[in-house]
């Protein structure tokens, strides 16, 4: 397969660099007394807590030992560029501007168990350990990632990749391609359902 072009790499390492320099600015100031940074949600048993069938856990950005309560992180700055296309195998991909946590991704491609299994595996590796060592560190990892959801095109799924290192999307493309789909869509679309201002790469 051909390599990811280095205009999608840069793209990505921008948009997570502005995120998570921002994430950073906002828990420097915490302390073990005060809060968890990148916590592993708890059910009422003190069991992993899990989101639908395929039963995925999920991270809270921090929460506060004071008050008990989760804490979501909203970045005041976000990277803005115009929407591209390119082309790997069989697969069209499209980049829309996105949030580093919140992407929007559509697959117009089976949702399958070859799809399940890669997605699950990729799921592991991002979502990390599942116990921090030190609870105010960054952990590099995933907060999210819904289930797929089918759809009359394919499936569709959104993630907030947390503080995960930049290779952790080119890796999820990656997985998503090894099923051959026809399209990957990643990012907003516009109101009309058609992503706007669509570039062909060189």
Known sequence: MDTLPPQFVEIVEAVREIYVAQFSETVAGFSE???????VLLDSEGDIATEGPLRLPYR??????????????????????????FTLGPTEIVVAPFAWDYAELR????WDPLATRLFTDWHRRAF?????EDNIELQHVIHTATTPEVTEA??????DFGTAPASTMSDLLLALLANAPDRI?????????????????A
């Open 33 to 39: 007394e005060t809060h968890v940074v990148e916590p």
């Open 60 to 85: 809270a950005d921090y929460a506060s030992l004071e008050t008990g309560k989760l804490e979501s992180f909203t970045a005041p700055r976000e990277i803005r560029f115009d929407t591209f296309s």
């Open 107 to 110: 697959v117009a491609g089976d």
């Open 128 to 132: 990390g350990d599942e116990e921090a």
């Open 154 to 159: 394919g499936y569709a799924f959104e993630a």
């Open 185 to 201: 869509e990643i990012g907003m679309r516009e109101k009309d359902g058609v992503l706007a201002d669509e570039k062909p790469l």
